[in-house]
């Protein structure tokens, strides 16, 4: 009965089933195909400086049609103005700088006495002055001295930092971190007068509202935590460097910074408590960390 | 005639085709599911500090039977000696600093003066002083002054920065460098006295032959850098902060330096040229790189 109403699909049912399940086979294998190649190019770039060409190309893509150089095309070049200094003005220079970075220890114990925001301003300024890729540079720095902020973050990062030492980080990890006694628990985020939040802009917003890349902008902005870092070691005062596992999302939505800002460094600012310890730590001498080819 | 040879085959093939079809279909389905989310994952982490804590279970699992701490487990920890400035110390500090890293610039054009090494190692030293993860100092300075050895780096360069500049850049990323005035002939690598290149250690090798888990080791390099670059600048000397794309293996191998140690970043130091030019360009505003909660 069958047959004669449909005398077509009957007989040939398998014919056209065949085509397509064919079809649709070839089509997935020539995805997977495709997939594989991105695979294993992912895995052969990891750790390895060249994925940021991939990275930029994908970018490249989406901002294929702005072909303006971000910097004005007929920048000026003009004479580097340069007082050449002594071989001994070198050697002291550099000495004193070295003393004056020796110095700096990372604090966990924070005095709540205000720091003025003249001050902020100064070492905010001098991180902006790092070299960043193309020029572009990526960052922006939250400086937040309001305490029902710093009570919320405080409370981000706790809730995560609890997991994090709980669950995420592992029993190596946390026993690596015993000897500097560090756990969820962070009270300097509440008693530091000021939390600087350092963001790198993974791209930037043209004025025509199109997106601008961002060469290297984690390692320009790591760079720039590295001026700030000794920026509030020169002035004077203290701080702690921190990554907050996790906490990024949370912290910019709280801080209502755009999806293009991606948290990388937070940094209590502030003098130290009195009381303060620190771990009686040594660094690696030169000999450990310097490689000399001449 | 086939069908008296083959009569199943003939009769009943296609209910075998789709079988075998129907297998291959749904394992290959399965396989795509399991990528896919794996892919919607790894796109989700992209970028997000969150990523660190997979990299580094992975080579928690690797070290998983030394859980010993790397630091020792009975580290004293001892007061924090600290004399408190006035406000107005704290600011005119600070405003000094401000004064000496802002009149960093980036040099392309190198004398090639030599530079007495022991104003290099007190650079070095600086550097070393950074913050890291756990503080494991995941960092390796090699200084080349080598005219030979300098000489074979910029080859390794300049090869793969024509392939970059040509292929692998895309036309928005050297247009966006024009201004700059930048190709891949890099003559500085051959007449500036000092090569420093900076590797970060992606783990460490305990006395014991283990491996050692090095938390945050890119960032933790940058940050040194950061101080690097700043030591530099303090001491008198200039220098330019490059990334050679593709070039990191090469040079590693050139360098003899160890699988565990990836190059960051290569800064040339020196004094300028005395015809230096440097492009006239301006830097962002506090206004456009700070943003206060008060």
Redesign the interface.
């Known amino acids: 009965m069958l047959t004669e109403l449909f005398p077509f699909w009957t007989k040939y049912w398998?014919?056209v089933?065949?085509t397509i399940?064919?079809y649709?086979?070839l089509k997935?294998?020539y995805?997977?195909l495709k997939?594989d190649a991105i695979?294993i190019e992912k895995n052969k770039q990891n750790?390895?400086?060249?994925n940021?060409?991939k990275q930029?190309?994908e970018t490249?893509q989406e901002?294929?049609d702005?072909?303006?150089?971000?910097?004005?095309?007929?920048?000026?070049?003009?004479?580097?103005e340069?007082k050449?200094?002594s071989?001994m003005?070198?050697?002291c220079?550099?000495?004193?700088?070295?003393k004056i970075?020796?110095a700096?220890?990372?604090?966990r114990?924070f005095s709540s006495d205000p720091?003025?925001?003249?001050?902020i301003?100064?070492?905010?300024?001098?991180a902006?002055?790092?070299?960043s890729?193309?020029?572009t540079?990526p960052?922006?720095?939250?400086?937040?001295?309001?305490q029902k902020?710093k009570e919320q973050i405080r409370y981000i990062v706790e809730s995560e930092e609890e997991i994090?030492y709980k669950k995420?980080?592992?029993?190596?990890?946390t026993?690596?971190?015993?000897?500097?006694?560090t756990n969820w628990i962070k009270e300097y985020l509440t008693t530091a007068p000021y939390l600087l939040l350092v963001f790198k802009q993974?791209y930037g917003i043209l004025p025509n509202g199109k997106k601008k890349?961002h060469?290297?902008n984690?390692?320009s902005t790591?760079?720039?935590?590295?001026?700030?870092?000794?920026?509030i070691q020169?002035?004077?005062?203290?701080t702690l460097?921190s990554?907050?596992?996790?906490c990024?999302?949370a912290i910019r939505n709280l801080?209502g910074?755009p999806s293009n800002e991606?948290?990388?460094?937070l940094l209590p600012v502030g003098?130290?408590a009195k009381?303060?310890?620190?771990?009686?730590?040594q660094?690696?001498s030169?000999s450990d960390?310097?490689?000399?080819?001449?």
Not at 104 to 107: K, S, Y
Not at 168 to 173: F, H, N, Q
Not at 262 to 265: A, D, E, I, S
């Open positions: 398998y014919h089933l065949i399940v064919a649709i086979f997935l294998f995805k997977i997939k695979f750790f390895d400086i060249s940021i060409i930029l190309k490249n901002t294929e702005s072909e303006e150089s971000a910097l004005p095309k007929d920048l000026k070049h003009i004479p580097y340069y050449r200094p071989e003005e070198l050697f220079q550099a000495s004193e700088f070295y970075v020796t700096r220890r990372t604090i114990f720091v003025p925001k003249e001050v301003y100064e070492i905010i300024k001098a902006g002055t790092a070299p890729g193309a020029h540079e960052w922006t720095f939250v400086a937040v001295s309001n902020i994090n995420r980080m592992g029993v190596k990890w026993t690596d971190l015993l000897p500097l006694r993974i890349i060469y290297y984690e390692m790591c760079i720039a935590c590295g001026i700030l870092i000794t920026a020169y002035a004077g005062l203290v460097t990554t907050p596992l996790n990024g999302p801080l910074r991606k948290l990388v460094v003098y130290p009381d303060a310890t620190v771990p009686d730590l660094r690696k030169l960390i310097l490689v000399e080819i001449d």
